[in-house]
């Protein structure tokens, strides 16, 4: 397997092939230093088995530099003995550890950072014009990395990542659609890289640790650079020890793509070999795609896989398919309502300083359906040590799962309907489908159930429940179906937009006229993560008034 052999970035040996891409996660404080939920949440990849951790997108002055509220930052020194702690525990674990280092640019949020953004060229990013750079800003920003990158050295970070791609500033002065300067800094290849030239120079002259930069290889956007472009800036930056391909600039679906894109979606695209080493992120879940992917780069990354399941890399060897797969669903870890870092399908993800209580106790439980929720309860009373045995009615367990007729979705969903049955079997719970047991147990029948389509020649939606989402392309193959543009509301704007796509394409029409009488009107998805967290609940609850039956 190549995923676990030692590899060097610069002259730092790292244990295996596998990076923990950086995820903003939301969980540091408002001042931008971090805490135990933060420094847990990362430590739990480090124990899964990664050869480096990267912290999420990390702000380098109190000024115009934030992108996100809870974000981490490196801008003081008084930030320093707190980090020690994130980077000791990191390498406690064998894994070493970078710091991604940012400036946000046009898009930084003027409503965070209290200031107005700024940008190579003056434009519109989201709801704000950000103003153009004076030379002066650019020196100031460049020192800001350079004082970012010492204090990362000083925190005992193994390495530091620029950030240049998705869009921000590094990225903005790169592409030839945000950089229209007309001075040294823009207007041609070698001006436009000329800003992060004189960082990559400036750092090397103050630190040691390795320095890479994360590239978009290529653009979505329709004014956006192709791969040859993102390999020639990739080539002509000399003093950088690695490049760490990704993709996407401002369009959809950037860098995460979500399951309406196939998998390893960047990697897919790179036109030749890069002249230094490489890490190449974008859609990776499974084994078979890290190995695919490290045919051709030195290093392979992973992002929501490990939010899925922090230890993939360990599992990888021992058991790939108990491997909590990543859906690609986009939705809960790209829900900024959740605000902090989540995952559908796995509950614990942004909880890793949560203690789950224990349970040694013996005896036999009964859990009926086998669905996520009964599924999910079944693992959680065996980890109580407990016999279990689910009954399922159905020639499968699954539930709700088996009845998704989009293909894209089939596919990923299955992955997760084979983890619960590998994960089942291998922790020794007894399944009994095809029967419809009526005695004592747990029943763990769907929390939700949706009503049947009404059958009226015009089929008319609004709603956000991704059943009606997925009969609407269905229905409309045999009728006429209209659905409300605020039924994608709560969507991941990739996958918004991408649903959106396809089923225009099968004739689906989109209103944004709510005085319309649509046929179907239902609100509040219940969802994967919420089913698991129901299955664990029921358990738990049950256990914790009857533990004098099971001690
Ligand atoms: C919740 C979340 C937060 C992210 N935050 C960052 C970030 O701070 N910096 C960055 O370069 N990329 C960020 N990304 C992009 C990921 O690093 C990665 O490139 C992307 O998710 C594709 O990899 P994957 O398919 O393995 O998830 C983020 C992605 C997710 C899902
Ligand atoms: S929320 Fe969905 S896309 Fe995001 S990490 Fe979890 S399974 Fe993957």
Known sequence: MKLMEPGYIGNLKVRNRVVMAPMISNLAN??????????????????????????????????????????????????????????????????????????????????INGVESMAPSSMRY???????????????????????????????????????????????FLSPATNKRTDKYGGSFENRLRFVKEIIEAVKSEVSVVLGIRLSLFEYDEDGYGPEYGLAIANSLTGVDYVHFSAGRNAPPGSSAPFYYEHI???????????????????????????????????VSLGRALLADPYFVRKAVTAPELIRPCIRCNQACRDLSYGEVRCTVNPDTG?????????????????VGGGIKGMEAALTARSYGLKVTLYEKEESVGGQLLEVVDPWKKTEFSRLISFYQNSLRRRGVEVITNTKYRGQGIYCLPDE???????????????????????????????????????LAFMDRSRAESFKRIAESKGVKFVGN?????SLVLRDQYDIMRAMTSGRRVVTEFVESNVQDFS
């Open 126 to 172: 989201f709801n704000h014009v950000a103003r153009e750079m004076t030379v002066e800003d650019i020196t100031n920003v460049q020192e800001s990395f350079v004082k970012a990158a010492k204090l990362a050295q000083a925190s005992n970070f193994d390495g530091i990542e620029l950030h240049g791609a998705h869009g921000y500033l590094i990225h903005q």
């Open 514 to 518: 709510y005085n319309f009488k649509f």
């Open 265 to 299: 979606h960047v990697f897919r695209k790179l036109p030749g070999r890069p002249n230094k080493t490489s890490i190449i992120v974008g859609s990776v879940t499974t084994v078979d795609d890290v190995e695919e992917v490290l045919k051709v780069a030195d290093f």
């Open 449 to 487: 159930v949706y009503p049947d389509l009404p059958q009226s020649d015009q089929l008319s939606i609004d709603s956000n429940i991704y059943k009606y989402h997925d009969l609407a392309l269905k229905e409309a193959e045999r009728r006429e179906v209209i659905m409300s543009l605020r039924s």
């Open 30 to 111: 408002p001042d931008g230093t971090t805490n135990e939920a933060h420094m847990r949440y990362l430590e739990e990849r480090a124990a899964g088995g990664v050869g480096i951790v990267i912290t999420e997108y990390t702000y380098i002055d109190n000024l115009n530099s934030r992108g996100s509220r809870n974000q981490l930052g490196l801008y003081d020194t008084k930030m320093v003995p707190k980090l020690r702690r994130l980077t000791e525990g990191i390498h406690r674990h064998g894994a070493a550890v970078f710091v991604q280092l940012v400036h946000a640019g046009g898009k930084a949020s003027p409503e």
């Open 351 to 367: 909880f890793e300083n949560r203690k789950t209580p224990k349970f040694p106790l013996s005896g036999e439980i009964v859990i």
